[in-house]
């Protein structure tokens, strides 16, 4: 099983789910055991102050026995138990840490309003127009392939944008660099 939970599920095999998070239909096989691992997360935390870090890392691994999940690798556990010893939960991902205070509320306030702004973002609808048609991306078909990044590339109206934006801004640095340069000069000849 990887280190990282988020991208493995309970059998350690890879999830198949869309990487933007875009696709609405698209679903992490791994869903279940990440709110049951949030959740184990959410207890543990209300219930670990006063406690060392031992102490906390003995407590998630009873919740997640009891939950029947399997627990993760060590150091990922190191770094859960420090978050809780802290009164601070660890979210496993925003998904499952939305679906898992659904269910039980988040142990913190902080965490509670974060996921609730969190809620109400994932309904909200961008107005048209905003976002460039996908036309516009210029993004060339043979570099889009399953499972990889798409790579956007810096040609066309934008990017010459892009690029002409970024090469003022360096001739612009150049030329305060030579005026402080200049500046500093004539003070070691005045002095």
């Known amino acids: 099983?990887?280190?990282?939970?988020?991208?493995?599920?309970?059998?350690?095999?890879?999830l198949?789910?869309?990487?933007?998070?875009?696709?609405?239909?698209a679903v992490d096989p791994g869903e279940d055991w990440k709110v049951q691992l949030q959740l184990a997360i959410f207890d543990v935390t209300r219930?670990?102050?006063g406690r060392n870090q031992d102490e906390i890392r003995d407590?998630?691994?009873?919740?997640?026995?009891?939950?029947?999940i399997e627990s993760p690798p060590g150091t990922w556990?190191?770094?859960?138990?420090?978050?809780?010893?802290?009164?601070?939960?660890?979210?496993?991902?925003?998904?499952?840490?939305?679906?898992?205070?659904?269910?039980?509320?988040?142990?913190?306030?902080?965490?509670?309003?974060?996921?609730?702004?969190?809620r109400e973002l994932r309904h909200e609808k961008l107005p048209d127009g905003i976002l460039p048609a996908p036309s516009e991306w210029n993004i060339p078909a043979n570099e889009v392939t399953a499972g990889s990044t798409p790579k956007a590339s810096l040609?066309?109206?934008?990017?010459?944008?892009?690029?002409?934006a970024a090469a003022a801004a360096v001739?612009?640095?150049?030329?305060?660099?030579?005026?402080?340069?200049?500046?500093?000069?004539?003070?070691?000849?005045d002095a």
Do not use: C, W
């Not at 939970?5 to 890879?14: D, L, R, V, Y």
């Open 77 to 118: 556990l190191d770094s859960v138990a420090s978050s809780a010893h802290y009164g601070e939960p660890y979210i496993v991902d925003l998904p499952a840490a939305v679906a898992a205070d659904a269910l039980e509320p988040a142990p913190t306030e902080d965490v509670r309003e974060g996921l609730a702004a969190r």
């Open 155 to 164: 040609t066309g109206r934008n990017g010459a944008a892009v690029l002409a």
């Open 171 to 189: 001739a612009a640095a150049a030329l305060v660099a030579v005026a402080v340069r200049k500046r500093t000069g004539r003070r070691r000849v």
């Open 1 to 14: 099983m990887s280190s990282n939970p988020g991208n493995t599920q309970a059998g350690g095999e890879p």
């Open 59 to 68: 407590l998630l691994l009873a919740e997640f026995s009891r939950r029947g």
């Open 47 to 49: 219930n670990a102050k």
């Open 16 to 25: 198949d789910e869309d990487p933007t998070g875009q696709d609405p239909t």
